[in-house]
């Protein structure tokens, strides 16, 4: 712009208003300075003509014309001057341009480089608070292993703790039973006595009897008939339920001897047994004796029920269910008491159903042994429970309570079939009952006519091993191991191999419970697994999870430990004979979603029984009607 106003002003246009200090000079001199060789001539034509002033009229015309010339020659060498500068700002004002155009884009360029620093920088910064949060992150993933390492070694220190607690009842027990049998013994060599001279007695008789054989032959046979008779009458008339059968068909039998095989048989016979299942029955509870060594009613009595009710498939009946029903009110009736007594205060110190009711019926279910949690859960469950019914009374909570908790011990159905042989993976911390467990589990498959492999898979301790294959000698199965210190799923794997190649229907795999880290079990538990897999397809088609009933809150760590290792299908509750924490059945049961299928009463064979939800909700709960 600056330019084109110089160039307008030389050609005698408007001067611009402000003068442009970048104008080109040359063109600002071209004007100020006229030039000199034409005021010269002027000059010089003016002398001339004052010389000739008064010459001739010629000369006054030349004047004017050498005047013209030279005014045009002036003119002339003005406009190439200007010319020239024109030229020369024009050069000027294009090296000006270009600098201009090189310190833009250096300025550009500076910018451009401040900026991709400022970016690096901020880069930079980013990166290293990354690196500070991972830093601080691994730090609290690093605390929270060790909390829970430190966890997992406590509910192993307390599962050792009742470990050797219940070894020394055991020794206990083992010593009363010492005695016991002692006294048996010297009872039974009375007996034997007894029996000596009974049979000599007997023998007397018998010749006597036999004097009068020839003459009374008939009547004696028709003697046993009538014996006979009347024992079908008595079972006819008695109440239909297997205890009262075994009462009557018990009735002066003190011990295993040819009195009760045929008590039995005939009891079988009445039931309508076919004669080759009752005599495999009679054989199969005699060989059991003789491993037991039982000999006294009371030492078998039970098994004998148990046995009778599985083969007769009595075991749902009411009797039997009321059996299960004691041994469990039984076990539960600390839990129960303390739980009424709260329950009653509760329901008669509120007239409706406010937030103060709740919030004390919470409380309540956390001192049950519930757990938060599943507390919450349960108080919103029965809020909605008696919305939809319209229940206003606090008192009918108590109906809703039982409807509840039999809702949570509904198992979902699933598809019991499976390739066979059948693997059960057995799974729970230490001294929780899976080896007893197992045995049980056994027993009932044997029961059935299941031909059964069991293997010791836990390999840590011998007496581990020992136990187990004590266990499966007394249930009749078949045992698979390695020697102490092997690993455990090459024990796995061997007894995964038998049991395909053997044909057998059912496999047990009894696992250690040892919980120094999740990382440990986890492997262990994998391995197992997949070996079992690889062999079976399916394989292990169950995998339980064996929890102790009396061990309260510690239940929901370990489930939810063994749920994320090795994944739980079923649970079994055992030592609810014991004082058991009833709310924990409940607690687990509503976190897992996973069905209780048996629940453990004792440590003996037949101490094992169905997981009946609504047995366990009265028991715990009490009538519902109060
Ligand atoms: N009272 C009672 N004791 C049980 C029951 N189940 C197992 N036990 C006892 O608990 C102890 C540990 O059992 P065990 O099977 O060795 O546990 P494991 O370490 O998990 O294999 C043993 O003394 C068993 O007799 C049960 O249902 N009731
Ligand atoms: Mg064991």
Known sequence: M??????????????????????PQAAQEAEAQPCPPQEAANETLKEEAQEHDSSTEDTAQTQAEVEVQAQGEAEAAAKAEAVRALEVAKQEAQAQAQAQAEAQAQAAAQQKAQEQAQRLAQEQ???AEAEAKALQEQETARKAAEAQAQTQAEAEAQAQAAAQQKAQEQAQRLAQVQQAQAEAEAKALQAQEAARKAAEAQAQAAAEAEANLVAQAQPALSGADDADSAMTLRLRSAEPRLSAWLAIILEGVSEADELLWQRLRFLLRALDAPADEAERFVQDFQAWLERMEYRWLEEFRSELQYRLALALDLEDEEDERSRLFIKLTEGLSRTREQFSKQMDALFSGHSALNDQFWEEMEELFIMADLGYEPALALVNDLKERARKANVTDPHAVRGLLHEAVQDIFKAPRRIKAINKPEVILMIGVN????????????????????????????????????????????????????????????VAFEAMDIAVRDGYDVLFVDTAGRLQTKVN??????????????????????SILVIDATTGQNALSQTK?????????????????????????IAVAMQNKIPITYVGLGEKLEDLRPFNGKDYALALLGEKQQ
């Open 521 to 542: 079990l986890m492997e262990e538990l994998t391995k197992i697994r997949t070996v079992l897999g690889k062999k079976h397809q399916g394989a292990p088609h169950r």
């Open 431 to 490: 001294g929780v009952g899976k080896t007893t467990t197992i045995a049980k589990l056994a027993h009932r498959e044997r029961m059935q006519g299941k031909k059964v492999l069991i293997a010791a898979a836990d390999t840590f301790r011998a007496a581990a091993v020992e136990q187990l294959k004590v266990w499966a000698d007394r249930v009749g199965a078949d045992f698979h191991s390695k020697p102490t210190g092997a690993d455990p799923a090459a």
């Open 125 to 127: 910064q980013a990166q």
């Open 2 to 23: 600056g330019f084109f106003s110089s160039i307008k002003k030389f050609f005698g246009s408007e001067p611009s208003p402000k003068e442009d200090s970048t104008a």
């Open 561 to 585: 430990l063994f749920k994320e290792a090795a994944g739980i299908d079923e649970l079994i509750l055992t030592k609810l004979d014991g004082t058991a924490k009833g709310g924990v059945a």
